[in-house]
């Protein structure tokens, strides 16, 4: 444990580093910038480490390892994010842990995700996800809805009792016209957040930028980085 731990305090003030520099060439204070780790693959044991270390925002990708993990980490100061891909079918296990999720894309996700918060009695953050290299049916490779579908179902989310509009999310994407362009990717996520504080002052957040690109996120203005890898180490997939 004491090795683990280690290994993970040092990755951790690397990634620190990085985001420290980050800001400061981009002129920017180190407190703007939220690092959430994302723990899949990695057990509750890490997520313990990582608590003890100081971190306070851990995110996971799929319910089926996240719902187990957060129930074993219920003690700790921690603030949950659901990153992944949603279906409906699972939202009534995320609501149960997840503060925030950033992966809303369409209404039928914000529907279930409103019932099943008013249900549990909790408010539950939402982040509408954008897909930069949306194609013609307006979606992306890993999810996410068109540029010019924001607004839409942002406004969806800030009217659904038991949600509140939280911001924007986008992954870099691999193909269309921002491929291998990540800073002007997060850099057209800060515009489309722009547009939406408009009507929405409150939906300040911008997720943004993982292990490889998160200081081109800085750069652009991104709030939350969202950084696995470098902080865990790469780990084969449970299947």
């Known amino acids: 444990m004491t090795n683990r731990k280690d290994e993970l305090a040092a990755n951790l003030a690397g990634v ?26 990695y057990p509750a044991s890490d997520v313990r480490i990582l608590s003890e270390l100081g971190v306070r925002h851990v995110a996971e990708n799929r319910d089926q390892d996240a719902a187990p993990k957060a129930a074993e980490c219920s003690d700790l100061p921690l603030t949950w994010h659901f990153v992944g891909q949603l279906q409906t079918n699972k939202v009534r296990s995320v609501v149960g842990y997840a503060g925030l999720v950033h992966s809303v894309d369409r209404s039928r ?8 918060a008013v249900r549990a009695g909790r408010e539950v953050g939402c982040l509408v996800q954008v897909a930069l290299d949306a194609d013609a049916s307006g979606r992306g490779e890993r999810g ?63 997720s943004a930028g ?11 203005g991104a709030t939350h980085v969202r950084v696995g890898s470098a902080v865990l180490g790469v780990r084969p997939g449970l299947g």
């Open 16 to 41: 620190e580093e990085r985001i420290a520099a980050a800001c400061a060439a981009a002129g920017r204070p180190r407190e703007e910038v939220t690092l959430i780790v994302v723990t899949k693959t």
């Open 109 to 116: 996700l914000v529907t279930a995700l409103s019932r099943e």
């Open 144 to 206: 996410g809805v068109a540029p010019g579908a924001v607004a839409e179902l942002a406004d969806l989310v800030a009217r659904a009792e038991g949600l509140r509009l939280a911001g924007l999310m986008t992954v870099a994407p691999l193909t269309g016209e921002y491929a291998g362009r990540e800073q002007a990717a997060f850099e057209r996520l800060m515009d489309l957040s722009a547009d939406l504080r408009r009507t929405h002052p409150a939906a300040n957040m911008v």
């Open 210 to 220: 993982m292990s490889a690109d998160l200081e081109q996120a800085v750069a652009a």
